[in-house]
């Protein structure tokens, strides 16, 4: 069993933690957590999402040791709009118009991720955000298509997305071609495969979660979609939206700043670049004897805090 030992540090600022050793397992001996958990072989893990109905039941002897934690984090499809057929605005738009977004949450996933109508996740600078995505029309939608450069369906290239678990995609692929008659293929790809080709801007469009590297819109909007950002992976380019996100890294008033996102958010989505889908939800156990062991809405295990009792 490979485990790695994170020791006591009596010089901590804040005093010396009282665990006085914390050990992760890692690689193949941390295969199958949820099983390990079970056997009483580790204090904490995350439930996998099949087993989430059955350890969120009441009944369930696991319920007791459930944690729910809203996460800081967004699963989006993104297009290049500079490829065809999604350098169309109109067949982004109908791609926007059609779709249901929020059944890959509250369907596909029962209600385990929250539905996401916008990148900002709910939450960040301890507000609720507005709802600039828009809403489904499939009449609209066809009149989109209509006025496109193509003029009908049958005349528009495939859409191809890629992704490491592009469940979404395929559920946009199934709405689509029932709905509209656009031809979506969507490419299952193995991470590493994935993760080169996001660095190397290949993909015409791809599905990928987003997790805050710190609680700000600032990791959404300007990471993700400024022009220049290095993880900008599907290189939009929109100087009105550059433009806010730069005010905002200039304004301090918290409350002037969330509207300078929002405002950002709202130029971003009309642009039809970008499908949010869901934010994520981490449900996760730890045995009864840990106490203070904390999820911050990054997805990191807060260790400072955490005792146990005997």
Do not use: C
């Not at 990791?219 to 380019?237: I, K, Q, R, V």
């Amino acid at each position: 069993t490979v485990k790695h030992r994170l020791g006591q540090n009596k010089n901590y600022v804040n005093g010396a933690p009282d665990l006085e050793a914390v050990t992760f397992r890692i690689g193949p001996s941390a295969s199958n957590p949820f099983n390990l958990y079970q056997a009483d072989e580790i204090d904490t893990a995350q439930v996998p999402i099949l087993a989430i109905d059955r350890v969120s039941d009441p009944g369930s002897p696991l319920f007791a040791e459930l944690t729910v934690s809203p996460m800081l984090s967004t699963q989006y499809i993104a297009f290049r709009d500079d490829v065809a057929p999604m350098d169309d605005p109109e067949i982004r738009r109908a791609v926007e118009l059609a779709f249901p977004r929020w059944k890959v949450a509250d369907i596909l996933l029962s209600g385990q991720q929250t539905a996401a109508h916008g990148m900002i996740p709910p939450g960040t600078l301890a507000r609720d955000w507005p709802a600039s995505a828009a809403e489904p029309n499939l009449e609209a939608a066809r009149q989109a298509i209509a006025n496109s450069s193509y003029g009908s369906a049958e005349l528009v290239p495939p859409i191809r997305v890629y992704g490491a678990t592009p469940f979404a995609s395929e559920a946009l692929r199934d709405v689509l071609e029932d709905e509209l008659g656009l031809r979506i293929e969507v490419m299952d790809v193995h991470w590493p495969q994935f993760n080169a080709g996001l660095a190397s801007r290949a993909f015409p469009a791809f599905e990928l979660t987003w997790v805050a590297d710190f609680p700000d819109p600032e990791t959404f909007l300007w990471n993700l979609f400024a022009t220049g950002s290095p993880d900008n992976y599907s290189d939009y380019s929109n100087p009105d939206y550059d433009a806010l996100l730069a005010q905002a890294a200039q304004t301090f008033d918290t409350d002037d700043r969330a509207e300078l996102y929002a405002q950002a958010e709202a130029l971003l989505l009309a642009d039809n670049v970008v499908l949010p889908i869901a934010h994520d939800i981490r449900f996760t156990l730890t045995k009864p004897q840990v106490k203070g062991l904390q999820m911050t809405p990054l997805g990191q295990l807060y260790l400072e805090s955490a005792w146990l009792e005997q």
